[in-house]
């Protein structure tokens, strides 16, 4: 009578090539999500510039100047005209 043992492990080999595998796509994905997080950063400072336009031609129109301070476009009353940016870590 023979009894065999069902006994099923990992070997050495298989660990390190699942390790190798997983290396590989963490390098693949890394430089990708960092192109992407500049990419939005890049997009929110231009957000943030034509928020900022906008309220210097409105505030440009309603008072009859040319050229106007930051900060009487920016802040939290109610006579400003851009209330806050969202700010990004440089």
């Known amino acids: ?9 990992f070997t050495l080999v298989e660990i390190m090539i699942v ?3 997983i ?4 390098a693949m994905a890394i430089p990708a999500f960092q192109k992407v997080r500049a ?18 031609v ?4 309603e008072r009859g100047v040319s050229s ?3 900060t ?5 009353n109610s006579s400003q ?3 806050a940016f969202l700010t990004i870590a440089g």
């Open 39 to 56: 990419s939005s950063q890049d997009k929110s400072i231009l957000n943030n510039l034509r928020q900022l336009n906008s309220g210097a």
């Open 19 to 21: 390790v190798v595998i």
């Open 72 to 76: 009487d476009l920016m802040g939290s």
């Open 23 to 26: 290396g590989l796509l963490a």
């Open 68 to 70: 106007v301070a930051t």
């Open 1 to 9: 009578m023979k009894t065999t043992h069902g006994k099923s492990a």
């Open 81 to 83: 005209y851009v209330k």
């Open 58 to 61: 409105t505030y440009y129109l």
